[in-house]
Structure formats: structure tokens, C-alpha cells
């Protein structure tokens, strides 16, 4: 079973930051977090994961609080075209990712 | 490189025919995995290899068997096909722990 919950869909205006919640409280101390996102009906494009420590790529970045029981996601300057199903993923020990259903993010003109 | 490739992209089956899907990667990537994904689901893991002549079950293998010949291949095998194998399959690999890449998926109807 999935170990994460997100919220089913979310609004953000172009240009303005997407900040997308996902809790894990049931989190192992080894486990990543992981996000993932799907655009339409292709395979899902890896964003970006971390385990403790605040991430940033040329993509998003990650906030993981302190006691690790939630995490968010931030697209800074969300275009038309991060439109997607955003993933947020708890990777086990033997690299095995459980997807649950995320977030259908519209990124509005 | 082209990445992960999956083909065929689109298949109908009868009930009770059988049909190999077939993955393959020129990343030189150890690990690879076959998943799932029914509609408005997120994916579910069929098998995983870790390298080649090692492969095991992940969440849901029932109804499908795989094998790891090289590490570029990794087909996966549904023997009695039903209406329940009807999905969306995605192959993806990495190199070790790392970040995962997919494929484009291939969009299986039993009839």
C-alpha cells in the first residue's frame, strides 16, 4: 500500500510557485522521499528526493520537516507545461517506489 | 541514447492468450522494473531485477513471470491472459539506487 497522502488535485496561476503537500507520517528513518510526475499517459519523469536535509534542483525544490512526517514540493515559476500528476513517493530499502494516486496539478493561463 | 524503449506500444488479447512485453535499455543500467497502472491509479510494482539472473516480486506478480538474460533486456511474460492484466505497463531502470527513468508504456486490453 502507498505510505504517503496527497491531496487529489490543486490550482496554481502560471508563473506563480506551486507548493504541493504530501504527509508520510509513517515513514522508516532509512526510507527517501521521492516525487515523481506524470505528464498525460507517459511514463512518470523523475523531479527530485531527499531524506533529511531541504533539496534543490534546476526543477523544484524539497521542504521536509523536521520529524519527517510530511514533505512539499515547490515548481518556483509553475508553466503550462508542469501541468501533471505529481508523485510523491516513499522509496524502501530495496529501491522499490510505492506510488499512491498524488496530485493532479492545472497550472492556469 | 534512446533511453528505455518498450515495445509493442498498443496489444488487444483474448482471454487465455499469452504475450511477452518486451524492455529494453542502452543506459547500462543494473536495476529494472516492470510496473503497473490502472486507470486514475498510481503505479503498481510487478517484478524487479537487480542485476542479471536476479530478478523478485514486487506487489502485485500474480499472472506474470519475468527474466534478466543481459542486462539491456528485461521482457515480462503474461501466460493466461484476463480481463484484470487490462493496464497501462511501464518498464523503467536505474543505476542502483538512484533515480528511476521510464519508458513510454504499453497499453494492454484483454477482451
Known amino acids: 500500500d502507498a505510505k504517503t497522502t496527497q491531496p487529489p488535485s490543486m490550482d496554481c496561476a502560471e508563473g506563480r510557485a506551486a507548493n504541493l503537500p504530501c504527509n508520510h507520517s509513517?515513514?522508516?528513518?532509512?526510507?527517501?522521499v521521492y516525487w515523481y510526475r506524470q505528464i498525460h499517459s507517459q511514463g512518470p519523469q523523475y523531479i527530485i528526493h531527499?531524506?533529511?536535509n531541504n533539496e534543490t534542483n534546476e526543477m523544484a525544490s524539497l521542504i521536509i520537516t523536521e520529524d519527517r512526517k510530511s514533505s512539499t514540493l515547490i515548481l518556483p515559476h509553475a508553466t503550462l507545461r508542469d501541468t501533471a500528476v505529481y508523485y510523491c513517493?516513499?522509496?524502501?530499502?530495496?529501491?522499490?517506489?510505492?506510488f499512491g494516486t498524488g496530485t493532479r496539478l492545472t497550472v492556469i493561463p | 541514447n534512446a533511453g528505455v524503449t518498450q515495445t509493442p506500444k498498443f496489444r488487444i488479447l483474448k482471454i487465455g492468450q499469452s504475450m511477452t512485453l518486451q524492455c529494453t535499455q542502452d543506459?547500462?543500467?543494473?536495476?529494472m522494473y516492470w510496473y503497473r497502472q490502472d486507470p486514475g491509479m498510481g503505479l503498481k510494482l510487478i517484478y524487479y531485477?537487480?542485476?542479471?539472473?536476479?530478478?523478485d516480486k514486487g506487489e502485485v506478480p500474480n499472472g506474470y513471470n519475468v527474466s534478466r538474460s543481459t542486462t539491456e533486456d528485461f521482457p515480462l511474460r503474461l501466460e493466461l491472459a484476463a480481463p484484470s492484466q487490462t493496464s497501462v505497463y511501464f518498464c523503467?531502470?536505474?543505476?542502483?539506487?538512484?533515480?528511476?527513468?521510464f519508458g513510454p508504456g504499453t497499453r494492454l486490453t484483454v477482451l
Open positions: 523503467a531502470s536505474s543505476y542502483q539506487n538512484n533515480e528511476q527513468f
Open positions: 509513517t515513514i522508516s528513518g532509512n526510507e527517501y
Open positions: 531527499g531524506l533529511k
Open positions: 513517493i516513499v522509496r524502501d530499502g530495496a529501491n522499490n517506489l510505492f
Open positions: 543506459m547500462n543500467h543494473n536495476y
Open positions: 531485477s537487480v542485476g542479471a539472473g536476479i530478478t
